[in-house]
T-cell receptor
Framework: TQLLEQSPQFLSIQEGENLTVYCNSS?????LQWYRQEPGEGPVLLVT?????EVKKLKRLTFQFGDARKDSSLHITAAQPGDTGLYLC???????????FGTGTLLAVQP | NAGVTQTPKFQVLKTGQSMTLQCAQD?????MSWYRQDPGMGLRLIHY???????DQGEVPNGYNVSRSTTEDFPLRLLSAAPSQTSVYFC???????????????FGDGTRLSIL
């Protein structure tokens, strides 16, 4: 059973466009992370959100944790080719490092 | 500082063969875990360990064994390889969670395994 669904599954956009990736669940998470993965490499952490309604910004990336801590979104402003990669959300329930990963969103930014 | 090192990077096995995927970390992390990554399914947890001598099952443990004799090493053993175990395997490590907040997971670069 996949507890975290991401949408869209694939996204191909032009450089300079904005985009939003969604991570949804019917379960509550104590904290949630977003990772980016490039071909041939392991995922690399972008951000951790822990409070319902929390918004974090990382340069052109804005992350939001839903008020009920069941969902999250990643918004990229003025996308660049360097943003290309697989974006994964991952949630934890309780005091644990056991992560439940989302299905992933593959982003391609064309120059 | 090498981080998390996985070996081998690629491996082809025949059905029924056994093998061990190696994972080592040099960050003195207590928590280590193994995931498999399949298209459209993200990463799924196979086994994890909260410290030397302690292991537990994740979401998809069948067909895999682990042990944690040292803090640094966390090998994953395939007892009798099956085509359904064809996947990319990732090892990760982190400090133990604090106050219910997950810690940054540091991933290796993966082992690409094909079972014929």
């Amino acid at each position: 059973t996949q507890l975290l669904e991401q949408s869209p599954q694939f996204l191909s956009i032009q450089e300079g466009e904005n985009l939003t990736v969604y991570c949804n669940s019917s379960s509550v998470f104590s904290s949630l992370q977003w990772y980016r993965q490039e071909p041939g490499e392991g995922p690399v952490l972008l951000v951790t959100v822990v409070t319902g309604g929390e918004v974090k910004k990382l340069k052109r990336l804005t992350f939001q944790f839903g008020d009920a801590r069941k969902d999250s979104s990643l918004h990229i402003t003025a996308a660049q080719p360097g943003d290309t990669g697989l974006y994964l959300c991952a949630g934890a329930r309780g005091a644990t490092n056991k992560l439940i990963f989302g299905t992933g969103t593959l982003l391609a930014v064309q120059p | 500082n090498a981080g998390v090192t996985q070996t081998p990077k690629f491996q082809v096995l025949k059905t029924g063969q056994s093998m061990t995927l190696q994972c080592a970390q040099d960050m003195n992390h207590e928590y280590m875990s193994w995931y498999r990554q399949d298209p459209g399914m993200g990463l799924r947890l196979i086994h994890y360990s909260v410290g030397a001598g302690i292991t537990d099952q994740g979401e998809v443990p069948n067909g895999y064994n682990v042990s944690r004799s040292t803090t640094e090493d966390f090998p994953l053993r395939l007892l009798s390889a099956a085509p359904s175990q064809t996947s990319v395997y990732f090892c990760a490590s982190s400090y133990s969670s604090i106050s219910g907040t997950i810690m940054p997971q540091h991933f290796g670069d993966g082992t690409r395994l094909s079972i014929l």
